[in-house]
T-cell receptor, first 115, second 111 residues
Framework: AQSVAQPEDQVNVAEGNPLTVKCTYSVSGNPYLFWYVQYPNRGLQFLLKYITGDNLVKGSYGFEAEFNKSQTSFHLKKPSALVSDSALYFCAVSAFGDSWGKFQFGAGTQVVVTP | DAMVIQNPRYQVTQFGKPVTLSCSQTLNHNVMYWYQQKSSQAPKLLFHYYDKDFNNEADTPDNFQSRRPNTSFCFLDIRSPGLGDAAMYLC??????????FGEGSRLTVL
């Protein structure tokens, strides 16, 4: 079975400060890891993914994430947050070679960026 | 632009009155999914199709049905909506092993 944990319901950060959204996962086999963002009354938008290769993954809108196999983590980061980054962020995992069609989502983290 | 389109964006129905939500894609992805999302919670998978092969999640209520008449279209039928079925319904597509591409969602209100 695969699972994803986002330990923070909400992250508050001032505009211009670094933003980190935490995610840990559990999966048998090699994980496919994803981050999505959701604005109110909209669908989820893909930000970035880790499949294999470099542990640091760069994605859309200046976001990046670091895959850490020993800590089973995939934290999302942005060096300088914008007010427009305020949204709901979901981490997701899909197991390579098994249940490839199934994405397990974390509970989501609400990011609030204040001016 | 290639995309996933859901209709309608907002649907209001009465308790017990059937509803059909539609999803179309121009991405030519072989996998299509229906998710239910309630009040900013994690999306919950209802079904997915790999080509024409239908996969029903074990805890998806029988009240929910789905059809995929061709690669581009997928429908979600709710036979007798209850108040607990009020939610955002999200359609998504993917290539095998790839990321999900979501539509904008259909918000269902049950009166």
């Amino acid at each position: 079975a695969q699972s994803v944990a986002q330990p923070e319901d909400q992250v508050n950060v001032a505009e211009g400060n670094p933003l980190t959204v935490k995610c840990t996962y559990s999966v048998s086999g090699n994980p496919y890891l994803f981050w999505y963002v959701q604005y109110p009354n909209r669908g989820l938008q893909f930000l970035l993914k880790y499949i294999t290769g470099d542990n640091l993954v760069k994605g859309s809108y200046g976001f990046e994430a670091e895959f850490n196999k020993s800590q089973t983590s995939f934290h999302l980061k942005k060096p300088s947050a914008l007010v427009s980054d305020s949204a709901l962020y979901f981490c997701a995992v899909s197991a390579f070679g098994d249940s490839w069609g199934k994405f397990q989502f974390g509970a989501g983290t609400q990011v609030v960026v204040t001016p | 632009d290639a995309m996933v389109i859901q209709n309608p964006r907002y649907q209001v129905t009465q308790f017990g009155k059937p509803v059909t939500l539609s999803c179309s894609q121009t991405l030519n992805h072989n996998v299509m999914y229906w998710y239910q999302q309630k009040s900013s919670q994690a999306p919950k998978l209802l079904f997915h199709y790999y080509d024409k092969d239908f996969n029903n999640e074990a805890d998806t209520p029988d009240n929910f049905q789905s059809r995929r008449p061709n690669t581009s279209f997928c429908f979600l039928d709710i036979r007798s909506p209850g108040l607990g079925d009020a939610a955002m319904y999200l359609c998504a597509t993917s290539r095998e092993g790839g990321e999900l591409f979501f539509g904008e969602g259909s918000r269902l209100t049950v009166l």
